[in-house]
């Protein structure tokens, strides 16, 4: 369950992180909702459906948009029984050591549009997103994936999906393999949600044996990848979809949603989550032109928020980091010695104190400073980890041991002491060494690359180009270069950043399985690295001692392999217009869940 990702996460951001204090949102969720809430954002791909973006900014539309999942996170991100969705669950192991958790919902529960949302809806979401004609639409899903019975599904070859089973209108049950089992996370694979089966699939039924559906699955796929993902009619969660235009998305508060986990509803009558320029987000924050800006790290914003009596924050470690990522699959960057050596080559304080301000710090592994996994090894991370300081001799030293030891002719050694900008690194083919890199434009964290990386390469005999591109485009580049025949493709880096979610499962991105698919986007493919994950991920949920210990092992081989420099972990930062009150974020719970609580003055 990587991207709740879940990719959830995965959430790829480039932007920085912000810090404040808000008052205390009150609330009972009734009462009528009032008043429009307005968000600036980057610009977003407009996908409303899971499956077909991993944007971070997508994917807050969507969190409000669905909801009513069987299992539900706390702020502090501890997995609870949705007790507004189910009214028992009993779990069950057979002699073959399945685990079958079945639901029996509570009743009154409807869609936006007013009709009843029954177990018919959550047992036709795990089976038409684990179709095989969904993932001929161009769904990337990877949910019910450790359900009995999945991979035959997935793939076509049954029609039953034995692990998912219809029991009568709000129960249902589901089976996770053995073979899955035990796992840290377990009940995340026990969480699942509704999709509106007679909306999406009116032709559609579920099968007498409650496991399969019946009728033109494929043509369903095709509708909804086409049109619903787009524009969603009915939904589950808080708010309801009413348009997506010049860059503009307005939601309406959902008469009928029931309420969160705790029940608690929609303060504010309308959200709004509009595109703005980076460069000037605060300022319209505090000139009251937008009501919210969230995951500010730009130093200089920062303060400049802080000094503003229109304007508030709310601040918490971050769950993630920036950081350059590279292609481990293509190009130079396919040896970790050169990935190694760039890394050594940009001095990453810089980042610190010309964008952070101060409100970060360099981290070497793949956490965030927030993990409790981090705070209980923190000791051991910091001595156990190399730390990639700027350091051209230790560069040179690893870029010697690889093929790019040559001068234009590819027979004469490359000269340190001749370093200067065109003097190139090439190899016994005379091929220049040359990196390739795309960042995002009105980003001053690729700004800064462009500048400051060079400083060092051009000391090391590294060519450099570096493009901007919008943040679409290097999303599909990063998620999808590896689809581009090697002579049309171009880049080996890129700035951006990662959130986690609550479930840290780093096997759904760097684990060969899913090599040759947007999931391990940077194509790393690593035994130890494969196997420390799944050690990880294999341990029973209350063994935290020996999962923190495999996680230290699991950082050390990564911090080797490099398939990633971490530029820095911070604090986030959400600047809000002092007008808002409620707003109370946190490194797992984001602005689109604490929108619940949320009010704005009129």
């Known amino acids: 369950m990587k991207r709740i990702l879940i990719l959830l996460a995965m959430v790829l951001l480039t932007v920085s992180t912000l810090t404040a204090c808000s008052t205390t949102g009150g609330s009972t969720g009734s009462g009528e909702a009032k008043g429009t809430f307005i968000v600036g954002t980057p610009k977003l791909n407009g996908d409303f459906v899971t499956g077909f973006s991993n944007s971070s900014y997508d994917n807050s539309v969507r969190t409000m948009l669905w909801g009513l999942s069987t299992y539900s996170t706390t702020p502090g991100g501890e997995f609870v029984l949705d007790e507004t969705v189910v009214e028992s669950v009993e779990t069950s192991l057979d002699d073959a050591g399945n685990k079958t958790y079945t639901f029996k919902l509570n009743s009154g529960m409807k869609w936006s549009d007013g009709s009843d949302i029954t177990a018919k809806d959550y047992v036709f979401d795990i089976l038409f997103a684990a179709s095989p004609e969904w993932l001929e639409a161009g769904n990337t899903s990877t949910q019910g994936d450790s359900l009995l019975g999945y991979a035959a599904y997935h793939a076509g070859e049954t029609e039953v999906f034995e692990g998912v089973k219809l029991l009568g209108d709000l129960e249902f049950s589901v089976t996770i393999g053995a073979e899955f089992l035990p796992y840290f996370y377990e009940v995340a694979y026990a969480a699942f949600g509704p999709s509106p089966m007679a909306v999406w699939g009116p032709e559609l039924t579920i099968g007498e044996d409650g496991s399969s559906l019946v009728g033109d699955v494929a043509a369903v796929a095709d509708h909804v990848a086409t049109t619903e993902r787009f524009a969603p009619t009915v939904v589950s969660g808080p708010f309801m979809f009413v348009s997506n235009e010049n860059d503009i998305v307005t939601l309406a508060v959902n008469p009928n949603y029931p309420g969160d986990y705790r029940g608690e509803k929609a303060k504010v009558a309308e959200v709004i989550v509009k595109y703005v320029d980076p460069t000037t987000d605060v300022d319209l924050v505090i000139a009251g032109d937008i009501d919210l800006v969230a995951g500010?790290?730009?130093?200089?914003?920062?303060?400049?928020?802080?000094?503003?009596?229109?304007?508030?924050?709310?601040?918490?470690?971050?769950?993630?980091?920036?950081?350059?990522?590279?292609?481990?699959?293509?190009?130079?960057?396919?040896?970790?010695?050169?990935?190694?050596?760039l890394a050594y080559l940009i001095d990453r304080n810089t980042f610190l104190v010309n964008i952070l301000g101060g409100y970060g710090t360099t981290v070497n592994g793949e956490y965030g400073l927030s993990q409790w996994m981090y705070n209980v090894q923190a000791e051991k991370v910091e001595s156990s980890l190399i730390n990639y300081t700027f350091n051209v001799d230790k560069a040179n030293e690893l870029l010697d041991q690889t093929e790019w030891k040559f001068e234009a002719d590819g027979v004469t050694p490359w000269d340190a002491t001749k370093a200067a900008d065109g003097y190139w690194r090439y190899n016994a083919n005379k091929e220049v060494l040359q990196i390739n890199h795309l960042g995002t434009t009105g980003n001053q964290i690729t700004d800064l690359v462009g500048t400051e990386w060079p400083k060092g390469l051009n000391r090391a005999g590294v060519k450099f180009?570096?493009?901007?591109?919008?943040?679409?485009?290097?999303?599909?580049?990063?998620?999808?270069?590896?689809?581009?025949?090697?002579?049309?493709?171009?880049?080996?880096?890129?700035?951006?950043?990662?959130?986690?979610?609550?479930?840290?499962?780093?096997?759904?991105?760097?684990?060969?399985?899913?090599?040759?698919?947007?999931?391990?986007?940077?194509?790393?493919?690593?035994?130890?690295?494969?196997?420390?994950?799944?050690?990880?991920?294999?341990?029973?949920?209350?063994?935290?001692?020996?999962?923190?210990?495999?996680?230290?092992?699991?950082?050390?081989?990564?911090?080797?392999?490099?398939?990633?420099?971490?530029?820095?972990?911070?604090?986030?930062?959400?600047?809000?217009?002092?007008?808002?009150?409620?707003?109370?974020?946190?490194?797992?719970?984001?602005?689109?869940?604490?929108?619940?609580?949320?009010?704005?003055?009129?």
Request: charged share 25%.
């Open 465 to 602: 180009t570096i493009e901007w591109q919008d943040f679409n485009a290097l999303l599909d580049n990063y998620y999808y270069g590896y689809e581009l025949d090697p002579a049309e493709r171009k880049y080996h880096s890129f700035n951006l950043a990662t959130g986690f979610t609550e479930v840290y499962d780093p096997y759904y991105s760097y684990h060969s399985d899913f090599l040759g698919t947007w999931q391990n986007a940077t194509q790393t493919n690593d035994s130890l690295l494969d196997f420390l994950m799944e050690k990880m991920r294999g341990l029973d949920p209350e063994d935290k001692e020996t999962y923190a210990e495999y996680w230290l092992e699991y950082q050390i081989r990564w911090n080797e392999l490099l398939p990633v420099l971490p530029i820095y972990s911070n604090e986030y930062f959400d600047i809000f217009n002092a007008r808002v009150s409620g707003l109370n974020t946190t490194p797992t719970y984001g602005w689109a869940r604490a929108v619940l609580d949320v009010t704005v003055a009129e």
């Open 296 to 341: 500010v790290v730009e130093g200089a914003k920062i303060e400049k928020a802080k000094a503003s009596d229109q304007a508030d924050v709310v601040s918490y470690k971050r769950n993630g980091y920036g950081m350059i990522a590279f292609a481990n699959d293509f190009g130079p960057t396919a040896d970790n010695k050169v990935r190694q050596a």
